[in-house]
């Protein structure tokens, strides 16, 4: 089997963070990150623009992020941490955004570090800053809570979701994800860095991958389906906004390129453009039965003739902006409706104790 250095820094780093094993991880770490930064400042450089001096607001590989929290239903979640402007998660693995002023709706987004807001060289730069302050705008002031982790598949934002929705009410869930699904995990099954027999009885390895896309479409489509139960039965809207994807990029730059070709050895790459796909066509027709929305952003970073990725994952401020103002277009239309049909809860508290 091919070694993917990049694709492995990013399985080692998710398993030494939570295990602590950062001697095990640190060799890789130093050998990707290189490649990653490279991206990352050159989105800045080919638009004319300085380079932040503080670089992803999360550090490079999430290196101001610390261990995560180990967490008795998503196994993980990120830890309380607090730098101002960069990064703000509470002790209960939130973030926030507030409008200024006085807060009509709730939305409760889930998700992975993508969801999370990661690459972002700040909080004000993250598309889900981008999404308050265009609802704001619009006249639609509201409350974002996000509730994602590193490396999260959709069966972890599940078991999240139902005490948020509980203790949030949200007018609307948004699950941003899609893609770790597929890409995460030794099967379908299991989790990052989570060690599973082999196919052909060789040594597991982090980099190991059974080629199950079939299975993690299946499953991934499972899991929104009991996410849409659970939040019609909440009260709640919900949106499925299936995330932007380098795979899915039709003119990528020459560094996009490579970030593309390593990430990708250890992947089959037709079989995982055929099931994004399959779940980009799944997802559309599930909006037929009611009760959910589906928003395809797989593709919406297409138009940006300068590097926006730093893997098949994550995109900067640039692509922060343009997901930000496509999912706040189909939001205000979102909340809008809920206030025709009365479903709206513009008089409950806040996440923070305060009314509305």
């Known amino acids: ?101 006085e807060v009509k709706y709730r939305i409760l987004i889930m998700g992975g ?99 199950d896309y079939q299975q993690r479409v299946s499953d991934y489509l499972s899991n929104i389906t009991a996410a849409r139960k659970m939040t019609v039965a909440g009260g709640a809207s919900l949106l499925v906004a299936l995330q932007p994807s380098l795979t899915e990029r039709s003119r990528r730059t020459p560094i996009e390129e490579r970030l593309l070709e390593l990430t990708l050895e250890s992947h089959a790459p037709d079989a995982l453009a055929t099931s994004y796909g399959a779940i980009r066509k799944s997802l559309a027709g599930m909006t037929r039965s009611g009760n959910f929305s589906f928003l395809d952003c797989s593709r919406v970073l297409d138009t940006e003739k300068e590097t926006v990725f730093t893997d098949i994952w994550h995109f900067t401020d640039f692509g922060h902006r343009a997901l930000g103002l496509f999912m706040a277009d189909k939001i205000a239309g979102i909340l809008k409706n809920r206030v025709d049909t009365g479903k709206d809860r513009s008089n409950q508290t806040s996440a923070d104790g305060r009314r509305h």
């Not at 780093?13 to 050998?31: C, D």
């Not at 967490?71 to 200024?100: C, F, K, M, N």
């Not at 004000?124 to 619009?138: A, H, M």
Request: charged fraction near 20%; charge should be neutral; aromatic fraction near 8%.
């Open 1 to 101: 089997m091919k070694k993917s250095i990049f694709t492995l820094v990013m399985l080692v780093m998710v398993a030494a963070v939570i295990g602590g094993a950062w001697s095990l991880a640190r060799k890789y770490i130093n050998r990707g990150e290189d490649l990653n930064k490279k991206a990352w400042e050159s989105s800045y450089l080919e638009r004319g623009l300085p380079v932040p001096e503080s670089g992803p607001r999360e550090g490079y590989w999430g290196a101001r992020l610390g261990e995560k929290v180990r967490d008795g239903r998503t196994v993980w979640r990120e830890p309380e941490i607090h730098l101002a402007g960069l990064i703000d998660i509470d002790g209960l693995g939130r973030q926030y955004y507030r409008s200024a002023g």
């Open 113 to 211: 570090s993508v969801a999370s807001g990661a690459n972002a060289s700040g909080i004000p730069s993250t598309y889900f800053s981008v999404i308050g302050d265009e609802l704001e705008r619009r006249g639609l002031p509201v409350e974002i809570v996000i509730v994602a982790a590193g490396a999260w598949k959709s069966s972890q934002e599940l078991r999240a979701l139902e005490p948020n929705l509980q203790t949030l009410r949200p007018d609307l869930v948004v699950f941003l994800n899609g893609l770790n699904d597929l890409t995460n995990g030794s099967t379908s099954l299991t989790l990052y860095g989570e060690p599973t027999a082999t196919q052909d009885g060789s040594p597991w390895s982090v980099l190991y991958h059974a080629h």
